[in-house]
């Protein structure tokens, strides 16, 4: 008996194509519950948003809320006291361009932050795209020596520079100013960002840039015109992660901005805890509308994102 039921178990799992599909549908199922349970934290903010405090410490928990109360979100945006309904910040000015607008809200900490996040990620990925051009297509005295120094500035931990290059920035004249966030990402991008273009570059054939040098293009020319054309997976990936990195900076902010007209998202979401921390639905809504951006970004440059996160590094 025990030998035919193990004959019948061998010719079940025999065929390769019934094994090949019912692994399928087992990775499938695993990988929606997988799914399942990363959202579900995406979906209690969203559905929290809509509530009322009372709804939020409802037995049994509330998933849709009824009515739904979407003045929560221009309440949460505009910084309004539930309690009052006066603006938290509203005596606050701020400058923009030369201009002066009354009343500080998430406006002001979102355009601050895309100001940074958008100058620092070209920043960041134009240097490091010309560093890494350099360590990957040019031959010069010592350039094994410097790249490996560049590599090695990644063990170096942030804290280590953190005082030395605030009392730098402090002694220009720059604290309580944007330029410590932006000016760094100009001036090379990281050590990371270019070991990452450095990768990609060495995928593309170095005959192209000799036919381009033969038809007389420069060195910048060969970059500019040649391989960063080519390259635009590991750029898009290098421009996601740093814009990401800078949108959901908190501490370099909370070091080098004083004004509150000039503080970011982050900082902006944290005093609005400190004040208002209880009321966890105009919380839930600023956090939602602070994570939109984000993965609008993601989803609109996934293709290359991806393509280039697979392919870095690869000959």
């Known amino acids: 008996m025990a030998n035919n039921n193990t004959k019948t178990t061998n010719g079940f799992w025999a065929s390769k194509k ?17 799914a399942v349970a990363m959202m579900l934290p995406v979906v209690w903010m969203l559905s929290t948003s809509f509530k009322t405090r009372a709804d939020i410490f409802a037995v049994p928990p509330i ?5 739904l109360h979407v003045e929560n979100y221009p309440n949460a945006w505009n910084l309004v006291d539930p309690n009052t309904g006066r603006a938290m910040f509203g005596q606050d000015s701020w400058q923009f361009f030369g201009v002066t607008i009354d009343g500080v809200n998430f406006t002001t900490y979102l ?3 895309l100001v940074i996040s958008i100058s620092a990620a070209l920043g960041t990925t134009l240097s490091a795209a010309l560093v ?20 090695a500035t990644m063990m170096v931990p942030a ?4 005082i030395p290059q605030f009392i730098l920035f402090k002694s220009v004249g720059w604290y309580d100013t944007f330029w410590p966030l932006i000016v760094p990402a100009w001036l090379g991008g990281g050590a990371y960002y270019i070991f990452l273009l450095r990768q990609f ?23 500019w015109r040649i391989l960063l054309p080519l390259c635009k997976p590991a750029l898009t990936t290098v421009a996601v992660f740093s814009f990401v990195a800078n949108w959901n900076d908190f501490l370099n902010p909370l070091i080098y901005l004083d004004s509150n007209s000039k503080k970011t998202l982050a900082l902006g979401l944290t005093n609005f805890v400190s004040l208002y921390g209880q009321d966890y639905h105009l919380l839930m809504a600023a956090s939602l509308i602070i994570s939109i951006p984000i993965a609008i970004m993601f989803l609109a440059g996934q293709r ?6 697979a392919t870095t590094g690869l000959k």
Not at 134 to 146: D, K, S, T, Y
Not at 201 to 223: L, Q
């Open 201 to 223: 570059f060495m995928t593309i054939p170095y005959e192209m840039d000799e036919a381009a040098k033969i038809d007389g293009c420069s060195n910048f020319e060969v970059f």
């Open 18 to 34: 019934r094994a090949d599909r019912i692994t399928k549908i087992v990775v499938t199922i695993l990988l929606f519950l997988g």
């Open 63 to 67: 998933w849709i809320p009824d009515p």
């Open 111 to 113: 355009v601050n932050t």
């Open 304 to 309: 290359y994102f991806i393509q280039g996160i």
């Open 159 to 162: 804290q280590v520079t953190m």
């Open 132 to 151: 890494a051009f350099a360590f990957a297509r040019l031959r010069f005295p010592g350039r094994e020596v410097l790249w490996y120094l560049c590599l």
